[in-house]
C-alpha cells in the first residue's frame, strides 16, 4: 500500500487556491481574444503560474489542458503525483506511465475532452516541446495552433505577492554576492568564490536556481558567458560575479566586477561608462515609456563613449518565476530595439549593463529594478562601483 499520509492538496503551494483561479480566468479571457478553445500549456513556468505545480523533473513531459469552462485537466508521469499533490490545489489529473507516449496520453485527453474539430493551441516556443513531440500531435489532430505569449503575458505584471518574492530573492542574492566578493583573492580559485556565493545564497534561504552563477577571471573574465573552471586568481586579474537567487521560484539578478589590485585607467573609465549607462536605463524607467527607450537610454551613453562595438547586447529582460535552463524571463519581455511595448507598474526587469575588451576583462554593472507609479525601484545593496581587492 502506498503511503498518503501528508499529501494533502496545496499544503507546500505558494499561493492560496483563489489566486490560481484567477489566474486560469484570465488565460481563458486571453484564449477567447485570440480565437482559441483549449490551450495546451507546456512550459514548466507557465505551469507554476497557472497551478503551482514545480518539480525538478519537468525534463519529462507535463502540461496543463485549459479550455473555456470546465476545471483544467493536468496530464503528469505517474512518478510526479505526490509532488503534484503536494504543490497544487488540481484535482483533475491523468498519469502516464514510463513505457507510454506522452504525446498519445495527450491526444487521448483531447479527445476526452470533446474537442476534436475546435481551435486548440500548444505553446510552440517554450523550451520543452520536442520536434518529434510535435509531429507525432499534428499527426494525430491535424492542424495545431500556437499558444505561446498566452500566459506569458499575464506574467509581465506581478502581483504585490509576487512582487515581495523578488524582493526576498534580491536579499538573498545579495547576500551571495557580497560573499564572492569577500572571497576574492590572490590565490583563491574561481569555484571558491562561487561556493562562497551559493553557501551565502542557500543558507539564506534561496532554492535551487534557473541558472548557475557566472565567475570568471583573468582573461577568462572578458568571454561572455563564461563561467568558473578552477583558474587561481592571481594579482591584478579582473573578476567577473553575476548571479541570482530563487524564492519561491522567483529570481532576482546581480552583477558586479572586481579587480584585484589597483585597476587601469582604462578600465575605470569603461566601468564609469557601465554605471552611467545603468543609470539612464534606470532613470527612464517608467509608466508608458516603451521596453526600446529603455534600452536606448543606455545604448546612447555608450554610443556617446565610443564603445558601440563593446555593447552588442539588450539592456534588460524580464524577472520572475524561473527554471533552469535560465533565470530571466526571456519569453515575457526585454529591454531592447524594436520592442515597442509600454511599461506598467509592477514589471520586474534585471539590467545587466556590461562593456569588455574581449578575450583580456569584463567590466559590468546591474540592478534588478521594479517599475513604480512614478519611475522604477531597485533592489540591490551591494555598491555598484568597481571593487578593487
Known amino acids: 500500500m502506498i503511503e498518503t499520509s501528508g499529501l494533502s492538496l496545496g499544503v507546500e503551494s ?118 518529434g513531440f510535435y509531429e507525432r500531435l499534428a499527426d494525430r489532430l491535424g492542424s495545431v495552433a500556437d499558444g505561446s505569449g498566452i500566459v506569458e503575458g499575464l506574467r509581465r505584471v506581478k502581483s504585490p505577492l509576487e512582487l515581495s518574492m523578488i524582493e526576498e530573492a534580491a536579499k538573498l542574492t545579495d547576500l551571495g554576492v557580497k560573499a564572492g566578493l569577500a572571497a576574492i583573492r590572490p590565490g583563491a580559485s574561481e569555484n571558491a568564490v562561487v561556493a562562497a556565493m551559493l553557501s551565502a545564497s542557500i543558507s539564506g534561504g534561496s532554492e535551487y536556481l534557473g541558472m548557475e552563477p557566472l565567475v570568471s577571471s583573468g582573461p577568462r573574465s572578458g568571454i561572455p558567458h563564461a563561467t568558473w573552471r578552477r583558474r587561481t586568481i592571481e594579482q591584478d586579474d579582473p573578476v567577473f560575479l553575476e548571479m541570482a537567487s530563487s524564492y519561491n521560484r522567483y529570481h532576482a539578478a546581480l552583477m558586479r566586477a572586481a579587480w584585484v589590485g589597483t585597476a587601469p585607467h582604462d578600465v575605470r573609465e569603461m566601468m564609469k561608462v557601465c554605471r552611467e549607462a545603468l543609470e539612464a536605463a534606470l532613470a527612464a524607467m517608467r509608466p508608458g515609456v516603451t521596453f526600446e527607450a529603455v534600452h536606448d537610454a543606455a545604448q546612447a551613453v555608450i554610443d556617446r563613449n565610443g564603445m558601440t562595438e563593446r555593447y552588442k547586447k539588450r539592456t534588460g529582460y524580464s524577472l520572475g518565476i524561473s527554471f533552469a535552463p535560465d533565470w530571466g524571463e526571456w519569453q515575457v519581455a526585454s529591454l531592447y530595439t524594436g520592442e515597442r511595448d509600454v511599461l506598467a507598474p509592477g514589471m520586474v526587469f534585471h539590467l545587466p549593463t556590461a562593456l569588455r575588451e574581449y578575450g583580456v576583462y569584463t567590466v559590468g554593472v546591474s540592478e534588478t529594478a521594479i517599475v513604480t507609479e512614478t519611475g522604477c525601484r531597485t533592489l540591490s545593496t551591494v555598491p555598484r562601483e568597481l571593487i578593487q581587492v
Open 14 to 131: 505558494v499561493f492560496p487556491q483563489a489566486e490560481y483561479e484567477r489566474r486560469v480566468d484570465a488565460a481563458r479571457e486571453a484564449m477567447a481574444a485570440r480565437g482559441v478553445d483549449a490551450l495546451v500549456v507546456t512550459g514548466p513556468e507557465n505551469l507554476f503560474y497557472l497551478s503551482g505545480q514545480q518539480t525538478p523533473g519537468y525534463y519529462t513531459f507535463q502540461c496543463m489542458i485549459v479550455t473555456l469552462e470546465g476545471k483544467p485537466v493536468f496530464l503528469l508521469r505517474q512518478l510526479e503525483l505526490h509532488n503534484f499533490r503536494r504543490n497544487t490545489f488540481v484535482t483533475n489529473v491523468e498519469l502516464y506511465p514510463d513505457n507510454a507516449q506522452p504525446a498519445e496520453a495527450l491526444v487521448d485527453q483531447l479527445t476526452k475532452l470533446r474537442l476534436a474539430g475546435k481551435r486548440v493551441a500548444i505553446e510552440k516556443r517554450g523550451w520543452f516541446l520536442p520536434i
